[in-house]
């Protein structure tokens, strides 16, 4: 199980280097980052939402909604791949 944290957080970091170089190339890294983090965060959202049907449901706190904002989509799929593993 250490591997995939491991790998997840190698993931993540690659991401979001990613990202911050789009935003950069955009000349618009604001107004980018901004959307990320509220894809990222409706993205959650509806997954919690969805929760009784889906069954995957992710606890709503600091680490997790910071985690969406952050890595906007990416981040909420690690969030789920966390869950189900762990």
């Known amino acids: 199980m ?5 790998v997840a957080i190698t993931a993540l970091v690659v991401y979001s280097i990613v990202l911050l170089a789009f935003a950069y190339k955009t000349k618009k890294t604001i107004k980018t980052l901004f959307f990320s983090a509220l894809i990222g965060i409706i993205t959650m959202t509806v997954l919690n939402l969805t929760s009784h049907y889906t069954g995957v449901y992710i606890a ?12 906007g989509i990416p981040g909420v799929v690690a969030l789920v791949t966390v ?3 762990f």
């Open 2 to 6: 250490q591997i995939i944290k491991i």
């Open 60 to 71: 709503v706190n600091p680490w997790t909604v910071g985690s969406a904002a952050t890595f």
């Open 83 to 85: 869950r189900l593993f």
